[in-house]
């Protein structure tokens, strides 16, 4: 059939305030034209990020009922635990409040001034907790991974030459390989089965660790079952198993592909690292059966990874945002292809051609997208990544818009509502300005910059 069913029946229901242009014209002067600034009530449909905005199952309100908050040995962590090691049987599983602790307890442990960390490509939070250490985050993705056109599949893949060269250079000042499954900076491309095996190959060769950073791992193995030679016939569960088999840690905010509206890890082999990480959780998040969380949110996210791996799920995840690009495309829409697992993302530097990357097209685009129809983005390009740590600008590698769907959040018809506001937008598309930052913090600043228009 070629109508999207949703595989799921709505139980309840949040109301949408609609308002005017008139209104978001105002909205947008009031936050300086920061779109994480503006109240979600403002806002008719908000693709601002896919993290923590999912709508949970009856089967994990009902498991948030059993959640014990004893603050030592909780039978909540014990299913936890198992849940996640049915998945990623790593040694140590250390739970965190979200992903970006566990990143932050990782590399406060192992980054540091002279340390480079080697990924695909990093994201923002992962970025910025390695380089608030003193360490260089460096991103090593394949050629097609920077061209929003190309169709190769597995886009979000390490290069492979580039990372023993890296390592070869480099050597003691590396003290991890990432990756980031899928690559949510490159357009929430994945990362082939075979690249993962390769990678660690490499890393292991030169006795590095390998770090898989997992938000999104199902829709990852989804895309790998898809298109992978040999892994057609394959189950969800055992290509995942196969991921995490290669790595000797993970760090996962269990607020994408686990369903959940708060939580995290960080998993490891290695016994010393992961007795300093309990160490630096109980100071910073809690005690090592509860890392910052609810009894409920464990019981939570445990239900959540069960129903992760459904496939019925996954097709149905994939094939809405195929829509919504396939109909972009058609309005001449510059859209990253192929499609990510979780959201549509626009190439904004190539729609908005008259902007120059340094006038922030991603951010003019994403601007006019809620002015014309209330819909939340956000920019992921030389604002977000722009501008590095000795303070130098330049040119990110693309200038994106990432229209983020939280998953079971939103049906059909908001789907045709994105298309109609595009295409009511893409009449006016070559009146939009560029903007310019007229406050920004030293670091993550695309968080609470503040921006202004910039006059023809």
């Given amino acids: 059939m070629k109508t999207i069913i949703e595989p799921f029946r709505i139980k309840s229901v949040e109301p949408i305030r609609f308002t005017t242009r008139e209104q978001r014209r105002d909205l947008l002067k009031n936050v300086d034209y920061n779109l994480f600034g503006l109240k979600s009530e403002d806002v008719i449909i908000d693709l601002l990020t896919d993290s ?56 406060s442990l192992i980054g540091g001034k002279g340390k480079t960390i080697p990924s695909n490509t990093h994201f923002d939070t992962t970025r910025g907790n390695i380089e608030g250490t003193g360490a260089e985050a460096v991103d090593l993705v394949i050629a097609e991974g920077k061209d929003p056109q190309n169709l190769f599949p597995f886009k979000g893949n390490m290069d492979l030459e580039k990372l023993e060269a890296f390592l070869t250079e480099h050597g003691d000042a590396v003290p991890c ?3 980031t499954i899928t690559n949510n900076a490159g ?57 995490f088999a290669e790595a000797d840690g993970m760090t996962m905010s269990a607020k994408k592909d686990a369903f959940a509206n708060i939580g995290g890890w960080l998993a490891l082999n290695d016994d010393a690292l992961a007795q300093k990480a309990r160490t630096r959780l109980i100071q910073t998040e809690g005690f090592p059966t509860y890392g910052g969380l609810a009894g409920r949110d464990l019981d939570a996210i445990a239900q959540g990874l069960k129903e992760i791996i459904s496939e019925d799920y996954l097709r149905y995840r994939v094939r ?65 990544f722009g501008r590095s740590p000795d ?24 789907a045709d509502y994105i298309v109609e506001v595009f295409e009511e937008l893409a009449a006016v598309k070559d009146e939009l300005m560029g903007y310019e930052i007229i406050e920004e913090p030293p670091m993550m600043r695309h968080f609470t910059a503040k921006f202004a228009p910039l006059s023809g």
């Fill in 320 to 384: 809405t945002n195929e829509y919504i690009i396939e109909r972009l495309d058609r309005l001449g829409v510059a859209v990253v292809k192929p499609a990510g697992g979780h959201a549509v993302f626009v190439d904004a530097r190539s729609w908005l051609s008259h902007i120059e990357p340094l006038q922030y097209p991603g951010q003019a685009l994403a601007v006019a997208l809620y002015e014309i129809g209330g819909i939340r983005s956000c920019e992921i390009g030389t604002v977000m």
């Fill in 177 to 179: 390989v990432m990756m």
């Fill in 187 to 243: 357009g929430g491309q994945p990362v082939s089965l075979a690249n993962i095996r390769e990678t660690a190959k490499i890393a292991q060769a030169h006795k590095v660790p390998f770090i898989i950073d997992a938000c999104r791992f199902a829709e990852n193995a989804w895309f790998i079952k898809q298109r992978e030679e040999g892994q057609g016939e394959r189950s969800i569960k055992d290509i995942v198993r196969d991921c």
């Fill in 52 to 107: 923590g905005t999912s709508a949970m199952s009856a089967a994990q309100w009902g498991a948030v009922m059993n959640g014990d908050e004893s603050y030592a040995g909780s039978p909540s962590f014990i299913r936890f635990e198992a849940a996640v090691r049915d998945l990623m049987d790593f040694k140590h599983i250390i739970p965190t409040h979200q992903g970006r602790a566990a990143e932050a307890i990782l590399f």
């Fill in 391 to 414: 303070g130098r600008e330049s040119p990110a590698a693309m200038d994106l818009v990432r229209m983020a769907i939280p998953r079971r959040v939103y049906t059909q018809s908001h």
